[in-house]
């Protein structure tokens, strides 16, 4: 399989990052020319970006029209809640079942990530990281395929919420993380599972019919903040150890 572009890459990184966070609202239009453009690539790079993000249910590409930011429909989204608990369930079983001391402080490392983001009121960060909570356990049950789809319902849930939701609350998000973590370190299944349960349906009672947001933005304004905030990260990463800089 031949590696992916990095122009397309951080293309991809960009836009998923951007509708997750809801920087990017359902029902925005991506026009490949524009996308194309802002990351010096080609329309077919773009409409394949495009394509990846569709395949996730984030963005909705149809023949012969501008691709747009998904729109889940209520039934929808009833069906991917529904789905969602079932195998956040399943992710709470299994990861006790194959439980290390390192996932704990793995996942407690992620909440003092949530908090230091709702200490400078950093909501869309916020929004983010709650999903990624959820995606950083399931991995740890050991199912990849568990993993992708728990993951993708994770984002498709991000959407659902920017488009009917009520405001996301940072505060009970980080609370519900800590007592899961608390749970699942005393391995108790039914204990986990119920405030999994608790915690997602929470989630789903604030994903309320509403007034759907306006989706008129400008999309190279987003683009260009996302995409600058990943190249940083992209060279920080790759950086020798020796030539980093250090933290003041």
Not at 45 to 64: F, H, I, S
Not at 100 to 119: D, I, Q, T
Not at 141 to 157: D, F, I, T, Y
Not at 181 to 201: N, Q, S, Y
Request: charged fraction near 30%.
């Amino acid at each position: 399989m031949s590696k992916s572009s990095p122009r397309a890459e951080i293309a991809y990184q960009a836009l998923r990052q951007a509708i997750i966070e809801q920087a990017l609202l359902p029902g925005a239009k991506l026009p490949e020319d524009q996308i194309g453009a802002h990351f010096g690539m080609s329309r077919t790079l773009a409409r394949a970006t495009l394509a990846r993000l569709q395949a996730e249910g984030l963005v909705d590409a149809r023949p012969k029209r501008t691709a747009t930011v998904a729109q889940p429909t209520l039934e929808e989204a009833r069906d991917i809640f529904e789905v969602r608990k079932a195998l956040e369930r399943e992710a709470v079983a299994l990861t006790i079942k194959r439980w290390r001391p390192e996932y704990g402080a793995a996942l407690e490392g992620h909440v003092r990530e949530e908090n230091a983001a709702k200490a400078r009121r950093d909501d869309r960060v916020s929004i983010r990281l709650a999903g990624e909570f959820h995606i950083k356990l399931a991995a740890m049950s050991g199912n990849k395929v568990l993993q992708r789809a728990l993951a993708e319902l994770v984002s498709r849930c991000s959407l659902i919420l920017a488009l009917y939701g009520r405001p996301h609350s940072s505060e009970c998000a980080v609370n519900e993380h800590s007592q899961i973590i608390a749970a699942l370190r005393k391995k108790d299944i039914a204990g986990a599972t119920r405030l999994m349960e608790e915690h997602v349906g929470s989630v789903e009672r604030r994903a309320l019919l509403a007034d759907a947001p306006s989706a008129d933005l400008d999309l190279d304004a987003v683009l260009s903040r996302y995409a600058r905030t990943i190249e940083a990260s992209n060279a920080a990463i790759s950086l020798p150890v020796g030539r980093r800089k250090r933290s003041s």
